[in-house]
């Protein structure tokens, strides 16, 4: 039966995640090891599986009389594979039920076939149960769902129903080779459906994804990919002809292309990232835009390891943080994160913030920003930078997007549009 390697594989990505590796490093190379034909498949079922786990696994339990052996761990993401398709997907229910016992057997698990076989029997006949809490219902962990009503109590179910859906994929014009509207055109005689975006004066939304391979001119850098709320980084800087800027956490380089594009001639942009898998992404993305950036692999918060005393008319400061506000793209971090990352990450946001004051020139400005939607990330760091000695002034940027929270401002998440992310815009006043 042709399904049955990717279903093992399938469960074999998911064990793999309960386990601490990200979507991102164990994806690749299971969809190796399959034919092409079937990679899309196998992508599908694990982005899948992570995006409604908590609640495929609450009926999961809900029908387990006992937890299967650790050992036969597999067999329990083997189940909520299954279930995953028997709920979100035309896939025929026999072919379900039949390639799933197969593959049970096949993975060396004969005793647990008529279990497995019972299960997705019951679970078809009698279809999904009434869910027993919030966590199970909106399929997150409970603490984020309670941190989430703790932090938003007039947004939190709009933040995770939307987290359970599907992103939009959106695009950066290269302001250097088309304007928006021309692009829009070249997309429209390609056939492609697309619409500017309301924000970002560079974004082009498209009404659904597609390859960039068949984007007009991709490879000679006419456009990015990367969400409208990303892409709002260069409007804060205010950029202009002969600053310096720094890219504090750069990698993948995203942004720092962006800043690129925004501004010809800028005397010099510094991307530092400080990990050494992620650097050559910076420098690919880079190359394909045919854009020149100072690259370095360093911890941007050690400035004795890296910085030449000059200082920045600019920084860019997107920090390592949980990604909550991007959880639809990466519904991995569901399972991945605990709760307590969340203070061990302000820690090091607040030193990234503090070290790197020091390298901005008085009048200069930073940009603080990141893809989480928990205050304790975003305003609040930026409420206890501002309670340290240094002088900075907080600016209000004249916006139309994002909540005003005192302290910069926060883009939810938006079905069929943004992501969340968190923006605070800092000057440093000229002694
Ligand atoms: C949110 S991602 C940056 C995304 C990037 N700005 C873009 O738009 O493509 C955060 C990055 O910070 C990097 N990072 C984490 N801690 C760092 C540190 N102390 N110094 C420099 N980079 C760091 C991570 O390796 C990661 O690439």
Request: hydrophobic residues 40%; proline residues 7%.
């Amino acid at each position: 039966m042709p399904g049955q390697p990717m279903r093992a594989s399938a469960a074999q990505v998911m064990l793999a995640v309960e386990q601490g590796q990200s979507l991102s490093q164990c994806l690749p190379p299971a969809l190796k090891r399959l034919p092409e034909n079937e990679r899309p498949a196998l992508q599908a079922l694990c982005f899948g599986t992570c995006r409604w786990f908590f609640r495929l696994d609450g009926e999961l339990q809900s029908r387990l009389k006992k937890p299967l052996k650790p050992v036969d761990r597999v067999v329990h993401h083997l189940m909520l594979v299954a279930l995953f398709q028997l709920r979100h997907s035309q896939q025929a229910t026999y072919a379900v039920l039949n390639e799933t016992v197969e593959a049970c057997r096949t993975m060396g698990r004969p005793h647990l076939t008529g279990l497995v076989n019972g299960v997705l029997r019951a679970a078809e006949r009698e279809g999904e149960p009434a869910p027993q809490s919030d966590s199970v219902s909106f399929s997150h962990p409970p603490w984020m769902v309670e941190k989430l009503r703790h932090n938003w109590p007039d947004d939190w179910h709009n933040i995770l129903d939307t987290n359970n859906t599907q992103a939009p994929m959106t695009l950066r014009v290269n302001a250097r080779r088309f304007n928006r509207d021309r692009y829009l055109e070249l997309l429209a005689e390609t056939g492609i459906g697309a619409r500017a975006t309301a924000f970002a004066p560079h974004g082009i939304q498209l009404a659904a994804p597609v390859p960039v391979d068949q984007l007009p001119y991709f490879a000679d850098g006419a456009v990015s990919v990367q969400d409208e709320a990303a892409q709002l980084c260069t409007t804060l800087l205010e950029l202009a002809p002969g600053q310096r800027v720094l890219d504090a956490c750069a990698a993948p380089g995203g942004k720092t292309c962006a800043i690129l594009e925004a501004c010809e001639g800028l005397a010099e942009v510094v991307a530092i990232d400080e990990s050494a898998d992620r650097l050559p992404r910076i420098e690919e993305n880079l190359e394909r835009l045919d854009l020149d950036a100072s690259v370095q692999q360093a911890d941007a918060a050690n400035t004795d390891q890296w910085w030449d005393g000059r200082f920045f008319d600019r920084i860019l400061l997107d920090v390592p943080c949980s990604a909550t506000g991007v959880i639809r793209r990466h519904p991995d971090i569901k399972l991945l994160r605990r709760e307590s990352d969340i203070v061990a990450l302000a820690n090091i946001q607040l030193g990234l913030l503090t070290a790197l004051w020091q390298t901005l020139k008085p009048g200069g400005r930073l940009v603080y920003g990141t893809c989480s939607v928990f205050p304790q990330e975003n305003h609040r760091i930026i409420r206890r930078f501002l309670n340290q000695p240094d002088e900075m002034v907080l600016l209000e940027p004249d916006v139309l997007w994002g909540h005003d929270t005192g302290a910069g401002r926060q883009l939810l998440p938006v079905p069929h549009s943004h992501d969340g992310f968190f923006y605070a815009v800092l000057e440093k006043p000229v002694q």
